[in-house]
């Protein structure tokens, strides 16, 4: 099957900085990905040089099939793009922007997907006002509304969920989540990864122009050798000698002991038991995205020292 994206060695520099190095990069038709990294880490830069709004220095990007800088108009046309910045015509309503947007692409008769749009972002009671009157998250509604206006195969979210509450997110993530579901490749960038952990399928990190990391979600968060640990509250307070080689710390009343594996787990509940101690509160602690993202920047910039 046709990659959605391919980025092929795409390097971006501005002067003596390199925002982006020898970047390869393929993301599968009906995927949802993320690409995460920190600030100033290219994520931007990248999304800019697949939407063909600046060019790279070198290597080549295609989107469905299409490179975006000698096939710029089918390129563009398969690709939907939600910026981070709140851009917009401050002299339009809701509903004459998407009617303009549609316009860009030739699009005649498009009223029907305008009005589903509206109504799944729930723009319903918005469609006939201002663009310039609009909330923050609203105006942010309608930027996802303008990226799907043409029905774009691509869709690529730069932090579609920044500053928004948390009924826009869920109303955004629910309609994302069917259209994916539908077939659309989804990209998205976000600081919250918890987002990324639950609905992305695979994760590309990025630090310092550079992919530093390339995996499912789920084998990312797997391949963590730490991050297991089991909170216990004890009646009596006293950990038995045996465990106490496995304390990481005491907090509150809450013993948090490192586990290798659930079989661990057993025997710490053994133990526990020949000691007669009585479990109060048990929690298991597992690594998640954010654990993995923060320990892959950790050593990454260890090696770089």
């Known amino acids: 099957m046709l990659p959605a994206i391919e980025v ?3 390097s971006k520099c ?20 993320a690409l995460l990294g920190p600030n100033g880490a290219g994520k931007t830069t990248l999304i800019s040089i697949i939407a063909g709004l600046s060019h790279a220095n070198s290597g080549s990007v295609r989107v469905m099939g299409h490179n975006v800088t000698s096939q710029y ?19 339009f309503t809701v509903r004459e922007t998407l009617l303009i947007q549609s316009g860009y692409y030739g699009i005649k008769g498009n009223a029907d997907w305008i009005d589903e749009i509206i109504e799944r972002l729930d723009l319903a ?17 309608v930027l996802v509304a303008q990226a799907l206006v043409h029905k774009p195969p691509v869709i690529i979210l730069d932090e579609p969920t920044a500053g928004v509450d948390v009924e826009l997110r869920q109303t955004l993530w629910h309609f994302i989540q069917q259209l994916n579901q539908d077939g659309h490749t989804i990209v998205l960038t976000t600081h919250y990864l ?21 995996d499912s979600t789920q084998n990312m968060i797997g391949k963590m050798t730490s991050g297991n640990s089991l909170k216990l509250r004890l009646l009596p307070d006293t950990l038995p000698p045996v465990l106490q080689a496995l304390q990481i710390s005491h907090h509150n009343g809450m013993y948090e002991l490192k586990i290798e594996n659930y079989a661990h787990v057993e025997f710490i509940l ?34 770089a020292q």
Do not use: W
């Not at 020898?22 to 599968?28: G, T, V």
């Not at 009671?125 to 923050?136: I, P, Q």
């Not at 639950?198 to 122009?209: E, I």
């Open 125 to 141: 009671d918005k469609a006939n006002v201002n663009m310039r009157a609009l909330s923050g998250g609203m105006k942010r509604r």
């Open 73 to 91: 108009q089918q390129a563009r046309r398969n690709l939907g793009v939600v910026p981070q910045e709140l851009v917009f015509d401050p002299f």
């Open 8 to 10: 092929k060695q795409v």
């Open 194 to 214: 918890e987002e990324a952990e639950t609905l992305c399928h695979r994760v590309a990190m990025l630090k310092a122009g550079k992919i530093i990391a390339l």
């Open 270 to 303: 053994a133990s526990l038991r020949s000691e007669n101690n009585q479990i109060l509160e048990m929690h298991l602690q597992q690594p998640d995205l954010e654990d993995v993202f923060i320990n892959l920047m950790k050593h990454d910039r260890k090696r």
């Open 14 to 33: 501005y002067g003596n900085l390199c925002a982006l190095t020898d970047i390869d990069l393929e993301i599968h038709s009906g995927e949802f990905f």
